[in-house]
């Protein structure tokens, strides 16, 4: 076994990682320290967020009013981009002087090249891509909830004696809290030494495409391979039901939806009420991104689809007059309302 | 870069995710009747090597960390276009959670030595964690990008650019060589393996399988026994579909959608939400 950085009996509190970008905190960050207040008020940990950039000011005094006990915040000029290999210099500094038990960071990509990277030079265990987080009730460890195999499979991680006890959240499976601190936690400014050698990367061009978020999203329209050539009819039946379009990966990379808008293992997990799935086959790592629907209503002409097993209503047919049909109906009777 | 360009692509073997069951009396991973295949993504890396070739020149390594029978894998994708091949195999490296991978492929990438660019999947079909190819890249302390789409060299060819997918767009990293890559799953159309090469291979196999013995690491950093995690409870997903009421509606095209158009609504409605507007 490798020589832990520090042990189990030195380490203390839970700390989580707060990803921002333009001055707004990440989503997931939020995400993360709802579950985190959850954990740190069963085990009596100090919650500390640790906050890294430069000229942090104006968002380090927002940070400051989330539910947390204490913020680290960690200034540097060559912290000005993210890069992988400086931000996790700064931060194993930081580790090893603080030596936290529980270090939580968003699956982003980059909380994720950041996790991988430090978990190595901190010579620790990492459970990745957590879709639950909870803590053993007899020894107080934290127990990670993963999924492989394209979702098909759970499994429960645990980091016995290295320390701290890593693990990156999958953005969208916590509930935010409202929960904020009236007075603003103590702001910690700790300063580190990063050498030019340790940003070897430099980012130099960035290009942001407007992002649709539909993880959040009440309706959902998705278009699988089986919907070619028919997007326009798909959008109608979005419009008419005023529904975000989604789709799976087959029908990003035909081109028929964005990235963004991509669903499942390696796109967004949603979380509708309805979802209306047009000629998906249901592979696990798309099914996994509609786990948490209401409903969801599958249309596929073949009746051996796996998408049926996930399906509420289902109907087996070609999806174009069925789809024409439905749309003409919500056209014509409109308002489903009572 | 020192002399011609030398890309290693790090390919898993997987079982096919549809086919792997979880044993419920030993609580372990049923995959003896999983068919295998290279990770997807990680023929996209290959490809990226292959065309990096084409251009500049070189020669293209593989390196799995596997059974055995990942070897005729290996073959194949020499077919298409690598050099030469590494596969380590022993018991000593089951079990391995992603901190003992990245150290074994990292001990192994030292051992070949001189490679200038190494590649990998964005992730693995069956752990999925994307922390290998950043582990790699810290144990043999050289600079990553994960999540590329595009890679190019300046004109100086000891830098790359590269341009990567993150949470809001693309970004384009200027990396010095030596690097590690993380490639995104189809971002290229991998070539079919030329068949006049496989037969060729047949002769003349460049495929080196190592064990423990021949990497210079401690054998207690391999493996299960040199992961700090460990799996402390497992399960089948049967949960997930298992709710779903997975009515049929029968009837003609438009019965079908008249079906559908009283159950959506009548959901709509005792979810408290309107048909349309929300
Ligand atoms: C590492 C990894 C990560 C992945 N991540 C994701 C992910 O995040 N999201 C994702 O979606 N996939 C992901 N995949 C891919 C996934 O395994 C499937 O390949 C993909 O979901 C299939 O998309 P599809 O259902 O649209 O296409 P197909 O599997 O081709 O299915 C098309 C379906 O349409 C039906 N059909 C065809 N014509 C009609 C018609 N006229 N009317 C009605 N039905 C019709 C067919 O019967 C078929 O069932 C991932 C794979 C890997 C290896
Ligand atoms: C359901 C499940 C969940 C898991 N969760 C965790 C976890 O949370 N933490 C943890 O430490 N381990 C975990 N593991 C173990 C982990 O899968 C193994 O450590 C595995 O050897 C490497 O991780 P990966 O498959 O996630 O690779 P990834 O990091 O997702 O793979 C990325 C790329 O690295 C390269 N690569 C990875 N493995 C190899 C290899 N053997 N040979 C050659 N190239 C390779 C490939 O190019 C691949 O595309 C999990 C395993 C399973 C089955």
Not at chain 1, 35 to 49: D, N, W
Not at chain 1, 111 to 139: E, I, K, Q, W
Not at chain 2, 224 to 249: D, F, I, N, Q
Request: proline share 6%; aromatic share 4%; charged share 25%.
């Amino acid at each position: 076994m490798i020589d832990p950085a520090y042990t189990p009996a030195e380490a203390t509190g839970i700390w989580v990682f707060l990803e921002h970008d333009r001055g707004q905190l990440a989503p997931v960050s939020l995400e993360m320290l709802a579950k985190a207040r959850e954990l740190a008020s069963k085990s009596g940990a100090i919650l500390t967020g640790l906050l890294m950039g430069h000229e942090l000011d104006a968002i380090a005094g927002e940070a400051a009013h989330l539910d947390l006990d204490r913020l680290v915040v960690v200034a540097h000029p060559l912290l000005d981009a993210f890069t992988a290999e400086a931000y996790a210099h700064a931060a194993r500094e930081v580790i090893l002087r603080e030596r936290p038990d529980i270090l939580l960071l968003g699956a982003t990509p980059y909380g994720r090249d950041l996790a991988g990277r430090l978990a190595v030079t901190l010579r620790t265990g990492l459970t990745a891509d957590c879709t639950d987080l909870s803590l053993d009730a007899a020894n107080g460890l934290l127990l990670g909830e993963v999924s492989g195999f394209g979702g098909g499979i759970l499994a429960t991680i645990a980091c016995a004696n290295h320390r701290p006890q890593m693990a990156t959240v999958r953005p969208g499976v916590f509930a935010r809290t409202e929960a904020e601190r009236a007075a603003a936690a103590p702001i910690e400014r700790v300063e580190v030494d990063i050498p030019a050698s340790a940003r070897p990367v430099t980012v130099v061009a960035r290009h942001r495409q407007e992002r649709a978020d539909i993880s959040r999203a009440d309706r959902l329209v998705v278009a699988g391979a089986g919907a070619r050539g028919q997007l326009p009819l798909i959008e109608a039946l979005a419009g008419a039901l005023h529904a975000e379009i989604g789709a799976t990966r087959v029908a990003v990379d035909e081109g028929w939806a964005g990235r963004d808008r991509q669903i499942g293992q390696t796109g967004v997990i949603t979380h509708p009420k309805l979802a209306i799935v047009c000629g998906a086959s249901g592979a696990t790592q798309f099914t996994v991104g509609i786990d948490q629907a209401d409903l969801v209503v599958a249309l596929n002409s073949d009746p051996e689809a796996p998408i049926f097993e996930q399906a509420d209503l289902c109907v087996v047919d070609d999806l174009l007059p069925v789809v024409r049909a439905l749309v003409a109906e919500f056209e014509s009777r409109g308002e489903g309302a009572p | 870069m020192n002399g011609e360009l030398h890309s290693l692509v790090c390919l898993k073997v997987v079982p096919k995710s549809e086919e792997v069951s979880v044993d419920r009396e030993s609580k372990t991973l049923d995959r003896g009747h999983a068919r295998s295949e290279i990770n997807p993504p990680d023929m996209n890396a290959l490809e990226m090597a292959l065309a990096l070739k084409d251009r500049h020149g070189g020669r293209v390594s593989l390196l799995s960390m596997g059974p055995p029978f990942v070897a005729p894998m290996l073959r194949a994708a020499l077919a298409m276009g690598a050099d030469h091949a590494y596969l380590l195999s022993d018991r000593a490296f089951g079990g391995a959670d992603t901190l003992a991978t990245s150290l074994t492929l990292a001990a192994a990438i030292r051992k070949i030595g001189d490679v200038d660019l190494v590649l990998c999947g964005e992730e693995s079909s069956d752990g999925a964690t994307a922390q290998v190819p950043p582990g790699i890249a810290a144990w043999l302390d050289l600079p990553q990008a994960t999540y590329a789409h595009s890679v190019a060299f300046d004109d100086t060819r000891d830098h790359i650019l590269v341009v990567r997918e993150v949470h809001d767009g693309e970004e384009t990293l200027d990396v010095p060589l030596p690097a590690v890559l993380s490639v995104k799953v189809s971002t290229n159309e991998p070539r079919f393996m030329d068949t006049a090469r496989l037969v060729c291979l047949r002769a003349n196999d460049p495929v080196t399988t190592w064990t423990a013995a021949d990497l210079d690491v401690d054998p207690g950093h391999l493996g299960g026994a040199g992961s700090p995690t460990s799996v402390t409870g497992l399960g089948e997903v049967a949960g997930a579909g298992s709710g779903r009421r997975r009515e049929v509606l029968k009837g003609t095209p438009e019965e079908e959608a008249h079906l559908l158009y009283e159950r959506i609504t009548e959901f709509l409605r005792s979810a408290g939400m309107p048909a349309r507007g929300g």
